[in-house]
């Protein structure tokens, strides 16, 4: 069974948070876990380094463009980074994310 996990980064925890917050009380996502990373890129003529937060959110395929929108339309970043990802679980597991969300 598939479900898709949306990677996100932010620029901490409490950001995050509010975002992923308001997401599972609208039950578009079943769940999150964060991440703390390191990255480096490219912006605006320069290389940048930063410590951010990774969210992945797990939900339905269907939920996409819908939790997609709301992070584009509250996140801090100028660009923020939304990526989906279709993967596959046990039974079990994709069952209770899509019992969660709707």
Known sequence: M???IIYCTHPNKEQSEKI??????????A???YLPIDVSYHWKWDIANASVIVSL?????ENWEKVKKYIEDNH????PCIIK????ANED??????????
């Open 2 to 4: 598939k479900f898709i």
């Open 20 to 29: 992923v917050n308001n997401l599972l009380e609208s039950k578009l996502i």
């Open 31 to 33: 769940c999150v876990n």
């Open 57 to 61: 959110l797990k939900t339905r395929v």
């Open 76 to 79: 801090s970043y100028e660009i």
């Open 85 to 88: 990802m279709e993967v596959e």
């Open 93 to 102: 597991y994709v069952n209770w994310i899509y019992n969660e969300t709707r």
